[in-house]
């Protein structure tokens, strides 16, 4: 059946601008726990809600859906200096050290580029244990909360034996050469996989190239490296 897609119209699979962040066609509100996701990953995250407080965990998402211009947003404000630059172990950057790539590799560390976070998808949750949470406490994502010894550490170990049975996946379980571990950020596989076969890097420059980005030009010119260690490396299931 040559010039027919192979890719049969489904309910998790994403369109261009979708993949992009640039439309929220593909997500809806959810109201338990408050946040933005695509309808699929919402189900499997409000069952293992569910399970995960038949154990006494307060599973909420701090982030969920984000879309192109929250995520340009975020960039702008680290490349410009009016949000702190951390580097792998969390201690800040002194930005004026850094020519204008190495400030593109330690903003990527943490952060994705516009069009390429995965939070575009509707897919992606950041979690933490509210009822863990230290009173009064705002809800900070460090690697060492989730370690032993850590106010997250029981929710880590929840999440290792169960979010599978739920769908979901770390895919920045181990450091691949690009972002660094981020053990709060769970995927919702049956739509994230497919999402990524369909941002290809061509799909990635295009919706960069209309973007108003502070080091667009230079990203471009990088864009097959980083999209290869950004994107591409990551865990698998
Ligand atoms: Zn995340």
Redesign the pocket.
């Known amino acids: 059946m040559a010039g027919i897609s192979g890719h049969a119209t489904h309910a998790s699979h994403l369109n261009l601008l979708e993949v992009t962040g640039r439309a929220a066609t593909h997500v809806r509100d959810v109201a338990d726990p408050r946040c933005v996701l695509h309808v699929r990953a919402a189900e499997g995250l409000i069952a293992m809600r569910n399970a995960a407080r038949t154990d006494g965990i307060d599973l909420d998402v701090v982030?969920g859906f984000r879309d192109f211009n929250r995520q340009l947003a975020i960039w702008s404000a680290k490349f410009n200096g009016s949000r702190a630059l951390l580097d792998a172990s969390g201690s800040e950057i002194n930005r004026a050290d850094l020519y204008e790539s190495a400030l593109i590799d330690a903003i990527l560390t943490w952060s994705a580029l516009p069009g390429a976070s995965r939070?575009h998808w509707g897919s992606?949750i950041?979690v933490i244990d509210a009822a863990a949470l230290p009173a009064g406490r705002q809800p900070q994502l460090h690697q060492a909360q989730f370690a032993s010894g850590g106010c997250f550490e029981r929710l880590n170990g929840w999440l290792d034996s169960n979010m599978r049975q739920f769908g979901f996946f770390r895919p920045y379980a181990t450091f691949q050469g690009g972002v660094q571990p981020?053990p709060w950020?769970l995927s919702y596989a049956a739509v994230s996989v497919p999402a990524l076969e369909v941002l290809s890097l061509e799909v990635l420059a295009e919706a960069l190239e209309g973007a108003d980005m502070p080091g667009k030009q230079t990203v471009l010119a990088r864009l097959p490296e980083l999209y290869h260690r950004y994107v591409l490396a990551v865990d698998e299931i």
């Open positions: 982030s939070h992606e950041d981020e950020h």
